[in-house]
């Protein structure tokens, strides 16, 4: 059962593992990417900007000194750069956690396209983590660890049905955003039911973060720096939303915590905000059909198969 109790600062020593964590240059995840450097953990902080990077970086180990951070260059809407990031990580030591935050919050006007040729919000914020997760399934699987899916409380609200998952036709930049938080819901819980199937030793999770902004999370230089009307506007808005680092809150918890298990749904307490606990995912997220639909789509869009077979054996050679 899950513990009413849970607060970041009282997270087991993670020390010996290992988490990367998408976007993490500023918002939920540098926030999250903080709280697992608290506990020990070691964390690959990635972002499209390098400066940024450096920043963020700079920042974690202002506010935790001996912090195990490194970072790496990802653009999630970019396939070859998500290769290559994977490459880089599947190099290395097992993975105990991935944390698939990175993503357009504020999409734009009119329809773009990546140079992949994918429309850029479900690039972002879906198709890209499709691909990163199945580049890094061996690693994830020797690390016996967990994905996490960022998800959305809209999905609830405005459940469009991602028959067009690109938009070709009738886009609209809020459209564009709920369908990919729909996606991303469902392609994280549809890996969970794959990965199970398959018997490879991966939990496929996903959180979200409530209704959390900027103007009330504390600042912190190169990371978060409203300005006085910010503050003041988003300050009105405080029954209703929350701070960022506590947005992460969930999404750590889904993480690293021993009761979650894979197939979960975790949210703020009072939907909009509070402390994290299980929540249950909009009825659009969970039907199988639309998943499978999804996922055969991100399969042929990425041409990336995930490799269940060689991440079961992974599992046993352990």
């Known amino acids: 059962m899950a513990r009413d109790d849970w ?62 951070v490194e970072t790496l260059l990802l653009d999630t809407s970019n396939l070859g750069s998500v290769r290559a ?39 972002t914020n879906a198709l890209g983590h499709y691909a990163l997760a199945g580049e ?16 959305s409380m809209s999905t609830s609200m405005w459940p469009y049905d991602p028959l067009d998952p690109e938009l070709e036709n009738g886009y609209t930049p809020w459209r564009a955003y709920v369908q990919s938080k729909v996606a991303t819901a469902a392609l994280g819980l549809e890996a969970d039911r794959r ?4 018997g490879v030793p991966i939990a496929s999770l996903v959180a979200h973060p409530g209704f959390s902004i900027g103007g009330r999370t504390r600042g912190i230089v190169g990371i978060n720096e409203p300005s006085l009307a910010k503050r003041f ?44 606990r299980l929540a249950t995912p909009s009825k659009i997220t969970r039907d199988p059909e639309i998943a499978a639909r999804l996922w055969h789509y991100c399969e042929h869009a990425t041409g990336l198969p995930w490799p269940y077979l060689k991440a079961s054996r992974a599992r046993r050679r352990r």
Do not use: C
Not at 195 to 198: D, E, M, V
């Open 7 to 68: 607060h970041p600062d009282r997270l087991a020593d993670l020390e010996g593992r290992r988490y990367l964590v998408t976007g993490s240059t500023a918002g939920l995840g540098f926030f999250a990417s903080l709280q697992l450097a608290e506990a020990r953990g070691h964390v690959i902080m990635t972002g499209r900007n390098p400066n940024r990077l450096a920043s963020a970086r700079a920042a974690v180990r202002r506010l935790v000194p001996d912090a195990s």
């Open 85 to 123: 990031a994977a490459a880089t990580v599947r190099g290395r030591a097992g993975l105990h956690g991935l944390l698939l935050n990175a993503g357009i919050v504020h999409p734009p006007k009119h329809r773009e396209t990546t140079p992949d040729g994918h429309e850029v919000v479900f690039a």
């Open 233 to 276: 506007t988003d300050n009105l808005q405080a029954p209703i939303t929350q701070s960022k680092e506590r947005g992460a809150w969930s999404l750590v918890r889904a993480l690293v915590d021993p009761d979650a298990q894979g197939g979960d749904f975790w949210g703020p307490s009072r939907i909009v905000h509070g402390a994290p």
């Open 195 to 198: 990965l199970r199937a398959a």
């Open 136 to 151: 890094l399934l061996l690693p994830l699987a020797a690390g016996r660890g967990r994905m996490v899916w960022v998800g």
